[in-house]
Antibody
Framework: EVQLVESGGGLVQPGRSLKLSCVASGFTFSNYGMNWIRQAPGKGLEWVAYISSGSSYIYYAETVKGRFTISRDNAKNTLYLQMTSLRSEDTALYYC?????????????WGQGTLVTVSS | DIVMTQGALPNPVPSGESASITCQSS???????????LNWYLQRPGQSPQLLIYWMSTRASGVSDRFSGSGSGTDFTLKISSVEAEDVGVYYCQQFLEYPLTFGSGTKLEIK
């Protein structure tokens, strides 16, 4: 069974940093691209970042480019999102989601999310 | 960026009736390979989103055949035949033709 478990969320002050993790199990993590997707309280879904299986291809939403860094450790089956210069508008539930093999681009597997609150 | 625009539903929808959710993209999602790069999700209250449809009309594994997707290059419809209580939630369309991947703003379905 595919499982994705996010962690690392919490309350952080504006301008500070936070690192999220997503541990994957139930599939060969190194074979799949991965994504971070977020959802502000009461709002819709916003794709944040993608990383290919071997980390060769990385894409970001403009709203986070230059502040967030997606990475992965295939030996640890873990996806990361390093978030810096956090703003109040980054407050959201952050999901990790598995990417299918190209040319697919849907999210069949999601974690339960980890909540990030940016507030002073 | 490709903008995805979703229509609203005349809520609440009577149980057993059909419901159609519309989604429009600012750019054609029909690729030269003949496939349309459009997905649909349902997010039930308090849950993570669930994939319903990919490639515009292919049902995901385990999804009821009451759900069907159709459309052209820029106009899409998710049809739910005979809505049930478990269909309540917010429906999102999403394009994957190009990055950044983008979602529609969501369409809420309520059942009467």
């Amino acid at each position: 069974e595919v499982q994705l478990v996010e962690s690392g969320g919490g309350l952080v002050q504006p301008g500070r940093s936070l690192k999220l993790s997503c541990v994957a199990s139930g599939f060969t993590f190194s074979n799949y691209g991965m994504n971070w997707i977020r959802q502000a309280p009461g709002k819709g879904l916003e794709w944040v970042a993608y990383i290919s299986s071997g980390s060769s291809y990385i894409y970001y939403a403009e709203t986070v480019k230059g502040r967030f860094t997606i990475s992965r450790d295939n030996a640890k089956n873990t996806l990361y999102l390093q978030m810096t210069s956090l703003r109040s508008e980054d407050t959201a539930l952050y999901y990790c989601a598995r990417h299918p093999p190209p040319p697919g681009g849907w999210f069949a597997y999601w974690g339960q999310g980890t909540l990030v609150t940016v507030s002073s | 960026d490709i903008v995805m625009t979703q229509g609203a539903l005349p809520n609440p929808v009577p149980s057993g009736e059909s419901a159609s959710i519309t989604c429009q993209s600012s750019k054609s999602l029909l690729h030269s390979n003949g496939k349309t790069y459009l997905n649909w999700y349902l997010q039930r209250p308090g849950q993570s989103p669930q994939l319903l449809i990919y490639w515009m009309s292919t049902r995901a594994s385990g999804v009821s055949d009451r759900f069907s997707g159709s459309g052209s290059g820029t106009d899409f419809t998710l049809k739910i035949s005979s809505v049930e209580a478990e269909d309540v939630g917010v429906y999102y369309c999403q394009q994957f033709l190009e990055y950044p991947l983008t979602f529609g703003s969501g369409t809420k379905l309520e059942i009467k």
